[in-house]
Structures are given as structure tokens and as C-alpha cells.
């Protein structure tokens, strides 16, 4: 545990917030922090940023996400990590698929697969068109950048996933990355693979110890917390019975995904 | 071995429920559980694959205890664990592992409707683990397992206050090894039945020194922290290796050895 000041807070959407603070230490794309609001929770949340400063790109969800979104420079919380697998960074024109907040775990992937020469199409989705975030940040690494809203305010009209798969069936890619939606992701993967693409999914559980012990995240054979969360082809094979299906909730019971 | 089973579905604690220390790891998770009932379909599945269970499970009167027991061994346990010594519920279930009748009454009640094998995990945090012991051995149990974590806490210099949300949990790891070590060999002096030993079990040479102190078998938990789930396997190899180095036919030659005058 390591408690660190916030250097600067950032509105990227009305309702995703980035915090930025002192270098976490080595991470990869894909890692990610337990972030500590004493008194309110303690949360598993992505880097968006690696190096100096870091960041984390908080979407308001719940009751931690609200108190988190709601500090100022100055404020100290305390980080665990970085934890868990990251992305691989491989492919010459990697197709990255971001719903909402997932774009967030994209973002430093995107950019080291642009400094690697790497020709990525980020392909980024939301509700509407106030609710994508980082697309200055992502215009200016030269890559391809798509967009899809739900509600048609901009780009593509329809669901993310759609759009995703007519994009993959015109062909050109080499590698997929997802993260978002669970419901989203699912799609996509399934269509990735119908068409031989390799995918590299970052899927999300409920994490609480982030070291491997608990359970609490188990999906398949697996535990989001450290053998991912990013899954890569032949992992999300092992997990098709739950991936997009059904989840545990907190007490270990199956419910089912409905998002 | 499965998770802490209850009478009841339990979401558990809200985090931090985890914070590592030096030698080891504190834990207040709270029995997040699905509820024996919630479990049973499950446990059918892993016996239909051939999986052995041990089912381990809690509760707070000697009725619930005995539904519980029943349920677990209808649907296929090949044994039960009484967690009679979480330290994280407080006045909820758990603690009944501190009192000597409680103990006796609860095995004894468990073993009259259990048709499987019953362990009965007891605490470190008792002025006396040797009485406790004794008693659930006079309730029938069939083999004890020691111990549960040592309750203990963090606090935050920075933000100055406790760190994990149930402001105390329970240490496991190495740290807790010589503790719990000492245990299986006081329990070893007074008891006939087997004793699992647990408790800061990471490698072979772990395995090995609680069996020489009195343990017929281990039980690893935070050791996948620290190996991964491979940890299982290596320290069975481990033991292996270390039987046929030093002459030794079988792992009942080293149980309890140390004891000798």
C-alpha cells in the first residue's frame, strides 16, 4: 500500500474523470491499480496513463467511482499494484475496439503500438457523442480513428460491436483488442475468431484482493485479478461458458451478464 | 477444500479486505459465500469430474451446523470442515472455537449427522488451543486442523487510520508459521487424532516441518500468493524428494517425529 497526492484532475466526459499522480512504477498496458478512498472502498481501476505522471479514468458507476471522480488536486489515495497481465503489444495494423470507459485501458496501448510503428485502427463507441473520451489525446498519435455512438451523434450509428464487425469482415487487420462492455466484448470476440483474427479481451470481475487468493474473480479455470485481466484467444475459448454469459456475484452465486 | 460454507448467502466485507505486511498477508473477507444450498449444485458438478471436496462450513447454532452438515454430505463431501474460528465476524458466527463446551457440542452434534469424515479447524487466538483441541476430539472429531489466522491489524501512517474496512483481519503467511507450527506441536502431545497442519505452508521444507511436529497432512492457502496454484504440486514433489533422500519408505515415518526423547 502506497498512498500517493493527486497532480491534476481532468473532465474528459460529464461522467469520466482522470486523476493523475507520480509515476506508479513499471506497468504495461492493460495493468491495473487497486485504487484506496478510505471509508468508502477499494477498487481494481485501469492506468490510462503509464509512466510520469499516471493515470486512472474514473466512469461514475457507484458509490466508490462517485467519490473518486469527486477529488480535487491535492487529495491522497492510496494505490496497490500495478496488477495483472497487461496486453501484449504485437501486430502491424491491430484493430482496438474501446467501449466507454475501456477505452481507457486502450489509450497507453495505442500509443505504444503507434511509437512501435505499428499502424493501429482505434475504433472508440459510447452512448452518444459527449461521452467519448480521449479523442484529442488519441487524434494526435496518427492512427485511424473511428467512431460510433448508439444514438448516431457521431460517427457510425449503432452499437460499437456492429460497427466492429463490419470494420473486421472488410479485412486488414491482424491483431483485435477489445475492452469494454462485457456484452460488447463478447460479440466481438466471437466475430474476431469466426474470422481467425487473434483477440486480446480485457475482461472485468469482481476483484477484491487483486493477488490471487480470494476468488472472488474466478471465471473458468482462471482469476481475472492475475491471470488477466486481459485474455487472449485460447483463453477466452476456456471461459466461453461465462464469457458474455454469466458472472459471480459478490457471495459466489452465477448471475447473469446483462451488460 | 472449498471456501467457508453458511446457512446463508453472505456478500462478505467491502474493501480493502487485503493488505500485505512484512512475512505475510492480512485478510478480513468476511465468508463471502453463496450459502450451503447456493453450493450444492456445484459441488455435485465437481464430484461428477471425480474432484475429492472437502467442505468447509460455518454456522451459528447446532441446528444450522447439523442442516448444513447434512446437505454438504448428501451432495457428495468427502469431508467436512468445521470453521469454528474465523476472526473477522465478529459477534456473528465464528468464534465459537474459544470456548471448550461450545466446541465439544457442535463436533458431537456435526458427527451425529455427518456421514463423511469431520475436521474442525480451531484458532490461534485462544489462551489455551490445547483444551479446545481435546474437546473437539471428545466431540468425535475425526482429525483437527490448526490453525485459522492470527488476528491482527494495519494502520495507514498517512491517512491515520486502519486499512482494512473491518479494521482487523486475519494474518496468514509466512509470519504466522512458527505460531501456528507450535500449535500442531502442542495439539500433537494431547490428541490422538490426525492433525492438518496450516499456516504459512509455501514449499516442501514448510510441509515437511509441520509433519515432523505432528501433522498428517497441510493445508496451503496464501501460498498461492506467493507460487501460484502450482504451489500444490511442488511441495508434494518436494516431499517426495525429501522422503527418498533421507530413507524414508512412507510420509507416516515423519509424522510427529520430532517429538522423540
Redesign the interface.
Known amino acids: ?1 502506497k ?1 500517493v497526492r493527486i497532480e491534476r484532475v481532468v473532465q474528459e466526459t460529464p461522467d469520466i474523470t482522470t486523476l493523475y499522480f507520480p509515476d506508479v512504477g513499471e506497468a504495461r498496458p492493460g495493468q491495473y491499480l ?1 485504487v ?1 478512498l ?2 468508502v ?3 481494481p481501476m485501469s492506468l490510462s496513463t503509464i509512466g510520469d505522471p499516471s493515470s486512472i479514468s474514473v466512469r461514475v458507476v457507484g458509490d466508490a467511482t462517485r467519490a473518486l471522480s469527486k477529488l480535487s488536486k491535492g487529495d ?1 489515495i ?1 494505490i ?1 499494484g500495478p496488477f495483472g497481465n497487461g496486453y501484449t503489444v504485437k501486430g502491424r495494423h491491430p484493430f482496438l475496439v474501446g467501449g466507454g470507459s475501456g477505452i481507457a485501458s486502450l489509450a497507453p496501448l495505442a500509443e505504444e503500438l503507434a511509437a512501435k510503428g505499428a499502424e493501429p485502427t482505434f475504433l472508440i463507441g459510447a452512448r452518444s457523442k459527449d461521452q467519448l473520451p480521449f479523442k484529442e489525446r488519441l487524434s494526435k498519435l496518427g492512427l485511424r480513428l473511428v467512431v460510433s455512438t448508439d444514438d448516431g451523434s457521431e460517427g457510425f450509428h449503432g452499437y460499437a460491436s456492429n460497427y466492429a464487425g463490419e470494420l473486421m469482415a472488410k479485412g486488414g487487420f491482424d491483431q483485435v483488442y477489445i475492452c469494454g462492455p462485457e456484452l460488447m466484448a463478447a460479440k466481438i470476440w466471437a466475430d474476431a475468431d469466426r474470422l481467425g483474427l487473434p483477440v486480446e479481451a480485457s475482461l472485468e470481475r469482481l476483484c ?9 474473480c474466478a471465471i473458468g479455470p482462471y482469476r481475472v485479478c492475475s491471470d488477466g485481466p486481459v485474455f487472449d484467444s485460447a483463453k477466452l475459448r476456456g471461459v466461453a461458458a461465462d464469457f458474455g454469459k454469466r458472472r459471480m ?5 452465477m448471475i447473469r451478464v446483462d451488460h | 477444500m472449498t471456501k467457508s460454507l453458511g446457512p446463508a448467502a453472505r456478500p462478505g466485507h467491502i474493501n480493502p479486505t487485503v493488505v500485505e505486511v512484512e512475512g505475510g498477508f492480512l485478510n478480513a473477507m468476511g465468508l463471502p459465500n453463496p450459502g450451503v444450498e447456493g453450493y450444492l449444485e456445484e459441488l455435485r458438478e465437481l464430484k461428477h469430474w471425480g474432484v475429492p471436496v472437502v467442505a468447509s462450513f460455518f454456522a451459528s447454532t447446532v441446528e444450522e451446523f447439523q442442516s448444513g452438515a447434512k446437505a454438504l454430505c448428501g451432495a457428495g463431501a468427502d469431508a467436512l470442515e468445521l470453521n469454528l474460528s474465523c476472526p473477522n465476524v465478529g459477534g456473528e458466527p465464528g468464534m465459537c472455537a474459544a470456548d471448550v463446551i461450545s466446541v465439544e457440542r457442535v463436533t458431537a452434534a456435526v458427527k451425529q449427522v455427518a456421514k463423511s469424515p469431520v475436521f474442525v479447524k480451531l484458532s490461534p487466538n485462544v489462551t489455551d488451543i490445547v483444551g479446545i483441541a481435546v474437546a473437539a476430539e471428545n466431540g468425535g472429531a475425526d482429525a483437527i486442523t490448526a490453525v485459522n489466522t492470527l488476528k491482527a491489524m494495519v494502520i495507514d501512517a498517512d491517512f491515520r487510520r486502519p486499512v482494512l474496512a473491518n479494521v482487523t483481519g486475519g494474518l496468514s503467511g509466512p509470519a504466522l508459521k512458527p505460531v501456528a507450527l507450535r500449535c500442531v506441536w502442542e495439539i500433537a502431545e494431547a490428541v490422538k487424532v490426525p492433525i492438518i497442519g496450516c499456516g504459512g505452508v509455501s514449499n516442501w521444507r514448510d510441509a515437511v516441518e509441520y509433519m515432523l511436529a505432528g501433522a498428517t497432512a497441510v493445508e496451503i492457502g496464501t501460498g498461492v500468493m506467493y507460487e501460484g496454484l502450482e504451489v500444490y504440486g511442488k511441495v508434494n514433489e518436494g516431499i517426495a524428494g525429501y522422503l527418498r533422500e533421507n530413507g524414508f519408505g512412507s510420509v507416516k515415518e515423519i509424522v510427529g517425529l520430532a517429538h522423540r526423547k
Not at chain 1, 477484491?208 to 472472488?216: F, P
Not at chain 1, 456475484?249 to 452465486?253: C, N, T
Open positions: 500500500m498512498v487497486m484506496w478510505p471509508g472502498d477499494e477498487i491522497r492510496g496497490r477484491k484482493c487483486a493477488v490471487g487468493l480470494c476468488g472472488s456475484d459478490a457471495s459466489g452465486r
